[in-house]
């Protein structure tokens, strides 16, 4: 029997347009579903729909009764519980047990205590609490927290830990259905691949939104399609959803161009047969000058034949035009010019936050046209360091030089200097190698000429590179460019920064996106303190 059904489910906001239509497909136990698609499709909305946040326009969301569900919060509670704590509450009865043994651990102390302390330890490790405190530590530990901070208190965690905390405390859950959506977030690359291993063993079924194409292909057994209000369901893993989404695609513009060059073949008849129907009902030079009826007729009959010929085309079902896009063929960097041979050079560099040493004695020289790929866990200095390399934060020591002729421009500085009153084209320029750029990195046509306020913040970043692509800079310094990108937006990028022959510097924890643009790059390895 299904964990829930989803019937010819519709959404819209506000009695619009339906974002989505027709949405049919089950969740059976076992289940590893994706739900893929670009920016804006619904993929957020579908799954707030499955959990009953939402309520459907149209159709029905079946679920099974009981059913438990597990769901990693965005918001915590800013109560003064610890980090363990918190997510130790995802086993319900279970931490009430442990709540009551630890307030009487607390009462040995008192000098007329008569609690049986021992009887209570003894029922909590036959429930089995002994070995779920151990199942929290290895969920806290792959998600990258250290013994140290397990007792840290929810209210003190940043916004970026809090998502890990929700996430930690879902997967701790005895769940029949988890829904996670955009779990890789605030991961670095050693805890995307513990949770990759994680979601593949767990028994339950899952659901999930990911633009981690490397997550997508180790998780997913079937993958839900969600693109222009469409939703299609696909058997099968992701690359094999490639595959038969590639065919599918070959398939449609088949039938357009066959359905174009039949509609062409047929209007060309039908026009050669008007053409005849005017020549013939002229009456043949010497003959009387009163008009033939015998020729106005035969006239008549070939034009007949001409509108049963456009009447046909009317009557066969149109094939609509394949969606279509932007074309990276026409991409060029002209405007980039040529800088020194060696564009950074980087000496006994120091730099600390307080009593934490982020690195130290740091040093490397980056030649033109080189890829340099900045690795290290969460918190290590990544940023900071393209900080330091852009001159908005000062190194305790060392020193940092820029090379001849060097222009450099920074992704993640840009978007909170735009004015949002302003369009996309009035930042990137009118030209056709902005459009072309806008166009590449999927940014919709409709979207060009709305002011950035009302863009999501994926929709900013990708005017902020095209920005950035089109200035002529030679040296790009690029954090987490990818961040809430649809995946074919994500290609698209890797594709235009193969093309470019300036300068990258890279932090990401997108490993795909890291395989697919750095080739033979070089590594900078980045570990707290050193």
């Not at 010819?8 to 906001?13: A, E, G, N, P």
């Not at 739900?35 to 946040?53: C, M």
């Not at 009551?100 to 102390?109: P, Q």
């Not at 049963?308 to 609509?320: A, N, P």
Request: net charge neutral; charged share 30%; glycine share 10%.
């Amino acid at each position: 029997m299904s964990l829930l059904r989803v019937s010819s489910v519709s959404f819209s906001y506000s009695g619009g347009e339906p974002l989505f239509a027709d949405a049919s497909f089950s969740i059976n136990p076992g289940d590893r579903i994706a739900i893929v698609g670009p920016n804006g499709a619904g993929k957020s909305t579908l799954l707030r729909l499955l959990i009953g946040e939402l309520a459907p326009a149209g159709g029905e969301i079946v679920r099974r009764n009981p059913l438990r569900l597990a769901v990693a919060d965005q918001e915590l509670s800013r109560g003064p519980s610890t980090l363990f704590d918190f997510v130790f509450d995802a086993y319900g009865p279970l931490a009430v047990v442990r709540a009551e043994m630890r307030a009487l651990e607390a009462r040995l102390a008192e000098p007329e205590c008569a609690c049986d302390y021992a009887g209570s330890v003894h029922d909590y490790e036959e429930a089995g609490g002994f070995a779920a405190e151990a199942a929290v530590a290895r969920i806290l530990g792959g998600l990258g927290w250290t013994e140290e901070e397990f007792g840290r208190e929810v209210r003190t965690l940043s916004g970026g830990e809090q998502t890990r905390a929700g996430l930690a405390r879902a997967l701790a859950a005895d769940a029949d259905l988890l829904i996670l959506d955009e779990p890789t977030n605030h991961l670095d690359i050693r805890a995307r691949e513990w949770l990759e291993g994680h979601l593949r063993k767990r028994q339950g079924a899952t659901a999930l939104t990911s633009h981690d194409r490397r997550l997508l292909g180790e998780f997913a057994t079937r993958v839900v399609e969600m693109e222009r209000g469409r939703v299609r369901v696909f058997e099968g893993g992701y690359e094999e959803y490639r595959r038969a989404r590639g065919l599918l695609d070959r398939q449609a513009w088949d039938a357009y161009h066959s359905f174009e060059r039949r509609k062409a073949a047929v209007e060309q008849a039908a026009e050669r047969r008007q053409n005849l129907a005017k020549k013939v009902a002229s009456t043949p030079e010497g003959s009387a000058g009163v008009r033939n009826p015998f020729y106005a007729a035969k006239s008549a009959r070939v034009a007949r034949t001409a509108r049963i010929l456009k009447e046909r085309v009317g009557e066969e079902s149109k094939v609509e035009k394949p969606w279509e896009e932007q074309a990276i063929d026409g991409l060029t960097f002209e405007g980039v010019e040529r800088s020194g041979d060696v564009v950074l050079s980087v000496r006994a560099l120091t730099k600390a936050h307080g009593p934490r040493v982020l690195f130290a004695g740091l040093e490397f020289d980056l030649k033109r046209g080189e890829r340099l790929v900045v690795r290290g866990g969460n918190g290590t200095g990544k940023s900071t360091l393209l900080r330091l390399i852009q001159g908005l934060e000062t190194p305790d020591a060392g020193t940092i030089r820029l090379g001849a002729k060097v222009r450099m421009a920074c992704v993640e500085q840009l978007p909170r200097d735009f004015d949002l009153e302003r369009t996309a084209l009035e930042i990137c320029g009118t030209g056709t190698s902005a459009r072309t750029l806008l166009g590449c990195l999927k940014l919709r046509a409709e979207r060009w000429n709305r002011p950035l306020g009302e863009l999501s913040g994926g929709e900013r970043t990708k005017v902020a590179l095209a920005h950035v692509l089109n200035s002529g800079a030679n040296l790009l310094l690029l954090d987490e460019p990818t961040n809430h990108w649809e995946i074919e937006a994500q290609e698209a990028l890797e594709e235009a920064l193969r093309r470019y022959p300036g300068t990258l510097v890279l932090a990401s924890h997108d490993r795909a996106f890291l395989e697919g643009v750095a080739g033979e790059a070089r590594e900078l390895v980045i570990r707290s303190g050193g």
